[in-house]
């Protein structure tokens, strides 16, 4: 069960709009097959993880391992408004204004109210 609120909820929908002026969408990779056989690679959006309210800027340039071994800079932090624990590193964030995100960390708060993302920007 999630802790009570600590704002009311007409308040946060007002701060909303406010605080969180893009959206965002996030997409998953799928490998679906063309017709003779080759994996294709295709991003799609995951259900109910489209055009969230967010706000993005530059973080502070932590540096994740990734699984791979692959050491990653993370300039650039997006803060979801809302609880979104089925968003994980692999996925990637596609802006409103067409910038597009891989995931590398995602943490979300204690009270569910918001959801932030570490990301570097696919160029």
């Known amino acids: 069960s999630s802790p009570p609120p600590i704002m009311h909820g007409r308040l946060m929908d007002q701060l909303t709009s406010r605080f969180y002026p893009d959206l965002v969408t996030i997409q998953q990779y799928t490998g679906p097959q063309n017709s003779i056989g080759e994996e294709v690679k295709t991003w799609g959006a995951v259900a109910g993880l489209s055009d969230l309210p967010c706000a993005i800027g ?5 540096e994740p ?16 408004a809302g609880y979104h624990p089925t968003i994980v590193p692999k996925m990637r964030a596609v802006v409103d204004g067409g910038s597009t995100y891989n995931i590398l960390v995602v943490q979300v708060d204690s009270h569910h109210n918001m959801t932030a993302l570490d990301c570097e920007i696919v160029t």
């Open 58 to 62: 530059q973080a502070g340039g932590s």
């Open 65 to 80: 391992r990734r699984p791979d071994g692959i050491v990653a800079v993370s300039p650039w932090r997006i803060a979801i």
